[in-house]
């Protein structure tokens, strides 16, 4: 895995858990979740162009597992990441 590659992996969790936090907290707040996902989907977007990796969700994902090879959606979500 390169840098770039890594980097891009790493933006994506945070994506995933800042999108959880928005929406596990308090559901009602999803018309606010643009205005508090921007900065991180920004940067995913970023270092998905930097890797390469824009359209090549497979080699995303499978950087993504690299990093974290438990679930994803751990709690209630767990199961629908099956």
């Known amino acids: 895995m390169t840098e ?11 994506v995933l ?14 018309a ?4 508090l996902l921007a900065a991180p989907v920004g940067e995913a977007d970023r270092a998905l162009e930097e890797a ?3 359209g090549n969700e497979a080699r995303l ?8 090879p438990g679930p994803l959606y751990p709690g209630p979500y767990e199961e629908a990441a099956v």
Do not use: I
């Open 4 to 14: 770039a590659e890594r980097r891009a992996a790493q933006a994506y969790l945070r």
């Open 52 to 54: 390469g990796l824009r």
């Open 17 to 30: 858990r800042a999108v959880r936090a928005v929406v596990d907290d308090d559901p009602d707040r999803t």
């Open 61 to 68: 994902f499978g950087l993504v597992r690299q990093l974290q």
């Open 32 to 35: 606010e979740a643009a205005h």
